[in-house]
């Protein structure tokens, strides 16, 4: 749908609650645009990843994909090198990363399962995990899928990758799912900015009425402080 009929959209809801709001209290083109994009990422946040556990929130991506095919994205992740533990790496996710769908490594292998730049499927974990798998002189594990553990980088978004000490990793693909971009009357960067919202047609009556939503719990908010 594009975002002219989104507002209309908007407009047109707004209207059969019109005896709510005084006509100074509803919003302009650009304010409704703002909860327009405010929707879009709620909407895909509480419906994917609002679920008790890592696992959960990826059956519940992956079995949901046809709703955001335009917004996969297949990328090659550039890493820092070693982290505080022997035999990984650490890496910030993409500006535009919301949630993740699967990863590969490309390595080569000395013994065990020798290879030369072959690319291997990623194994998703937690701390736990990196725990078992670190190698210390009382433990020389043997990881033949490396494994991917999320976490904050510097403050941002990161993962860091862990493998054992046969193995060297040369690059890193990832498959995942950005954040839409900017819903906008009057595109002026295409690569950040739409007109027409990128998520699936039948979900745009949705995420108009979360952003309907949005601006109401806003404004009673505004209004309860007003009457402190």
């Given at each position: 749908?594009?975002?002219?009929?989104?507002?209309?959209?908007?407009?047109?809801?707004?209207?059969?609650?019109?005896?709510?709001?005084?006509?100074?209290?509803?919003?302009?083109?650009?304010?409704?645009?703002?909860?327009?994009?405010?929707?879009?990422?709620?909407?895909?946040?509480?419906?994917?990843?609002?679920?008790?556990?890592?696992?959960?929130?990826?059956?519940?991506?992956?079995?949901?994909?046809?709703?955001?095919?335009?917004?996969?994205?297949?990328?090659?992740?550039?890493?820092?090198?070693?982290?505080?533990?022997?035999?990984?790496?650490?890496?910030?996710?993409?500006?535009?990363?919301?949630?993740?769908?699967?990863?590969?490594?490309?390595?080569?292998?000395?013994?065990?399962?020798?290879?030369?730049?072959?690319?291997?499927?990623?194994?998703?974990?937690?701390?736990?995990?990196?725990?078992?798998?670190?190698?210390?002189?009382?433990?020389?594990?043997?990881?033949?899928?490396?494994?991917?553990?999320?976490?904050?980088?510097?403050?941002?978004?990161?993962?860091?990758?862990?493998?054992?000490?046969?193995?060297?990793?040369?690059?890193?693909?990832?498959?995942?799912?950005?954040?839409?971009k900017e819903l906008i009357e009057t595109v002026v960067d295409s690569d950040l900015q739409t007109d027409e919202c990128e998520l699936a047609e039948y979900v745009h009556n949705d995420i108009v009425n979360l952003a309907l939503q949005l601006f109401e719990q806003n404004k009673f908010k505004l209004i309860s402080k007003e009457n402190k």
């Amino acid at each position: 749908m594009k975002v002219v009929n989104m507002l209309k959209l908007f407009e047109t809801a707004l209207n059969t609650i019109s005896d709510k709001f005084s006509d100074g209290e509803k919003p302009d083109r650009d304010e409704i645009l703002t909860y327009l994009n405010s929707a879009q990422l709620t909407y895909m946040k509480d419906k994917y990843l609002n679920n008790a556990t890592f696992k959960d929130n990826m059956e519940s991506v992956n079995s949901r994909t046809e709703e955001f095919k335009n917004l996969i994205v297949n990328d090659t992740i550039i890493f820092m090198g070693s982290y505080y533990m022997p035999h990984s790496v650490l890496f910030n996710l993409p500006d535009n990363y919301l949630f993740y769908l699967k990863s590969d490594s490309k390595i080569t292998r000395t013994t065990i399962y020798p290879c030369t730049n072959k690319y291997i499927p990623n194994q998703e974990g937690n701390y736990k995990d990196v725990d078992k798998l670190m190698t210390t002189p009382f433990n020389i594990p043997v990881i033949q899928r490396p494994l991917i553990v999320f976490m904050s980088v510097n403050d941002a978004s990161g993962a860091l990758l862990v493998h054992d000490k046969y193995t060297t990793i040369s690059e890193i693909n990832m498959t995942y799912v950005r954040k839409p971009k900017e819903l906008i009357e009057t595109v002026v960067d295409s690569d950040l900015q739409t007109d027409e919202c990128e998520l699936a047609e039948y979900v745009h009556n949705d995420i108009v009425n979360l952003a309907l939503q949005l601006f109401e719990q806003n404004k009673f908010k505004l209004i309860s402080k007003e009457n402190k």
